[in-house]
């Protein structure tokens, strides 16, 4: 019988990326240095259990504060009550980082030109789309671009 995590997956299901974990670890490294694979595979299976631990950690301490979600300052409390406290300050610079490029992407993403758009600019934006698709699936010409509405018409 295989060991259970909390979420009831066996923990030969929980894994990492094989190919990020291994560019990862090559860019650690010099680069007359190389790793044999057993070693990436260890490397990676503790990187696992070092989430799980951190994981864990932080549910105890999110559930002592009587929280159902876990936020960055029980993962970071975790991090103190395993001893990991030197990495405290680290890890919340990373924090902050990934708070500013998650906000940078929602306002200048790849769906955005910049400027908000009306509900109706967004349902005309969609029509359009949805008719170039048809047009591709039945193998006809896409639909020329709609004009824009006449923002005079609109008051």
């Known amino acids: 019988m295989e060991p259970m995590d909390i979420v ?3 923990k030969e299901d929980a894994s990492l990326p094989k190919a990020t974990m ?9 680069p007359d240095v190389r790793v044999a694979r ?5 490397l990676i299976e503790c990187c696992v259990e070092f989430i799980n631990l951190v994981s864990s950690e932080s ?4 559930s002592k504060e009587e929280k ?3 936020a960055p300052e029980h993962v970071l ?3 103190e009550v395993l001893g990991f406290g030197e990495y405290i300050e680290e890890v919340y610079a990373a924090y902050e980082q990934h708070k500013v490029e998650t906000t940078d992407s929602l306002k200048g993403g790849k769906w955005s030109n910049g400027a908000e758009m009306t509900e109706e600019e967004a ?5 359009r789309m949805f008719a170039e698709a ?12 709609q004009p824009e509405t006449d923002r005079s018409l609109e008051s």
Not at 22 to 30: G, N
Not at 38 to 42: G, K, P, R, T
């Open 8 to 10: 009831g997956k066996s």
């Open 22 to 30: 291994t560019k990862i670890i090559k860019e650690m490294l010099p």
């Open 38 to 42: 057993d070693a990436q595979d260890l």
């Open 59 to 62: 549910n105890e301490v999110c």
């Open 68 to 70: 159902r979600t876990i």
């Open 77 to 79: 409390k975790a991090l």
């Open 123 to 127: 349902v005309a934006e969609q029509q």
């Open 134 to 145: 048809r047009a591709r699936m039945n193998g006809g010409a896409i639909a020329p671009k």
